[in-house]
């Protein structure tokens, strides 16, 4: 159950939630490499939650975030606050407040390497499905 938040037009849904709904929504069309990273004891991070995917296509990585954001809105009633990079698809990027999700291409993931530019957080590998 989730309850309205006064203060922006979004429910307040439980951490654990959105992330099962996110990694669920990723999985769902086939996105791989996922990974988990807390930032939570990092004060200068732009959020305490990374979720960090990939597809292998411009196409799979919009259909990704795509999946992404329908899921939560139907599931949870939760709209990111903002998303971008829809133009190219190389890395989509949304916005949940609390969670940032970042879709990339294989190329453009290895070259922003998010993981290693937030070496000092946990990280965590979500197992691919196949």
């Known amino acids: ?12 849904i439980d951490d654990k939630l959105m992330r099962n709904l996110i990694i669920d929504a ?3 069309k086939k996105g791989k490499a996922i990974s988990i990273v807390d930032l939570s004891e990092i004060e200068s ?5 990374f979720i960090v995917c990939e597809g292998r296509t ?4 919009a259909a990704i975030a795509d999946s992404v954001r329908d899921s939560l809105l139907e599931k ?9 990079g829809y133009r190219n698809s190389q890395w989509i ?3 949940y407040g609390t969670t940032l999700v970042h879709v990339f291409v294989p190329d453009a993931r290895l070259m922003y390497n998010l993981e ?5 957080a946990k990280i965590e590998l979500v197992p691919d499905l196949d």
């Open 1 to 12: 159950m989730t309850e309205q938040n006064p203060t922006t037009s979004n429910p307040v």
């Open 26 to 28: 990723i999985q769902d």
């Open 45 to 49: 991070a732009p959020a305490p939650e």
């Open 58 to 61: 411009p196409q799979q990585v």
């Open 76 to 84: 949870a009633r939760v709209k990111p606050y903002n998303y971008d």
């Open 93 to 95: 990027v949304i916005d």
């Open 116 to 120: 290693e530019l937030w070496n000092d």
